[in-house]
């Protein structure tokens, strides 16, 4: 990866219903060593909203999260298990196509193996960021959800 630019952080967001700093280290133990086989690289920035329900998405860490990948400052996005983000399936769609616009992979660990495509790894490397508008159709399944959820692509 010398000579690519990289921008932005690989971060990892992490959450439990209730207060277990025992269970909040063990899933960032279990994201950073994905963050490093995917990325070759550790997670910078962590999130966490530990003791919080994931029915809902207006948790402060995962807003907090949200905030900084809009603004720019987030690469990646590792989580130890799908269910770490929401519990609920729609919040879960929203957020990954709002990943999806915003260009920032999710890379979920599975046990050991990390789960990453190609595609996401080399978008996290070659991002570009500040430009105008994306140009070019969206992805087949990306259209369906954006007009399913009413989502405006700008």
Avoid at 27 to 50: I, K, L, M, N, P
Avoid at 120 to 130: G, I, K
């Amino acid at each position: 990866m010398s000579g690519e630019e990289k921008i932005g952080n690989v971060v990892i967001y992490a959450r439990s219903d209730v207060p277990d700093p025992g269970a909040i280290l063990q899933q960032y133990a279990q994201a950073q060593r994905a963050a490093e086989e995917v990325f070759g690289e550790s997670a910078t920035v962590t999130y966490c909203d530990d003791g919080m329900a994931g029915s809902t998405v207006r948790r402060p860490g995962l807003q907090s999260m949200l905030r900084h990948m809009d603004a720019g400052f987030v690469r990646a996005i590792v989580v130890a298990s799908d269910d770490r983000l929401t519990r609920s399936y729609m919040d879960d769609l929203r957020l990954r196509v709002r990943f999806e616009i915003a260009g920032v992979p999710l890379i979920v660990a599975k046990g050991q193996a990390a789960e990453a495509s190609e595609a996401d790894r080399c978008l996290a490397v070659e991002r570009p960021r500040h430009e105008g508008p994306q140009t070019g159709p969206p992805a087949p399944w990306l259209a369906r959800a954006l007009s399913v959820l009413r989502i405006k692509r700008y």
